[in-house]
């Protein structure tokens, strides 16, 4: 596909953000109409949230001890002085933390939960249509691309999250401009990597994804921080990752120029209904 022929919507930039947070919204609601194919999502992310609330719980509670690790500068300063530095440090430290965590818990969750998640991504283009030129990927093939292209996303997050981590000493901009900006990174990469079943199904990998998003980027962004926002919600991830799926299934459609709007519904099976 020539990505260039992708044109973003006429409209304005807080406007398209919000409408891809409305795509979330319009998951949620997917949700509610299906839940017994919905609940499926969640066991893989209450597994991962599991493992991942224990490993967060375990960084908080040590988090003085990093914090006092990695200001080895302030131990002559006065009490006050030290105290407010290691302060700084440690939300620091935890803002990094949850950023990494976000999107580790999203790349581990849509590892385990494939075959569930697939089925949900499935069944929303199925609403409207079906998917255009559906390519047939076998399950360990899509695994291995899954699982590849994750790592690079969580890796390149990383990366991009220690800056923002040193970023979080700046007094007062490391505690207000700093958090914004780590949701908007944060935000991108679960745009990314949520959309990854519904190009695969189109044949796309993970550069033609990421050059189709950039086409509306506004779009993808305020889907992808209204996600990464959720997530910080204690069970929030586990909850919401399903609807997660099944908005980033609209987000793909709605990129790649294919209606998400309509009269077509599917019936329990998942099949669609022709229109009258």
Partial sequence: MDVSRIT???TGVVGRFLGGAGLLLRGLGLYVRSPGLMLLGV?????????????FATLVYFVDNLAALVTPFADDWSGTARGLA??????????????????????VTLVIGDPFYEKISERVEQRYGGTPNEVEVPFWPSLRRSLADSVRLVALAALIGIPLFLAGFIPVVGQTVVPVIGAAVGGWFLAVELVGAPFYRRGMRLPQRRAILKADR?????????????FLIPLGAVLVMPAAVAGAALLTRRSLGQPIDGP?????????????
């Fill in 8 to 10: 973003s919507p006429v």
């Fill in 43 to 55: 066991v893989p992310a209450l597994i991962s949230g599991v493992l991942f609330l224990g490993a």
């Fill in 86 to 107: 290691r302060v700084v440090a440690g939300l620091a430290i935890l803002g990094l933390g949850g950023l990494v965590g976000v999107l580790t818990f999203t790349a």
């Fill in 218 to 230: 506004p779009t993808a962004l305020g889907f992808g921080v209204a996600v990464f926002l959720c």
């Fill in 264 to 276: 077509l519904s599917a019936p329990p099976t998942g099949r669609p209904v022709e229109e009258n």
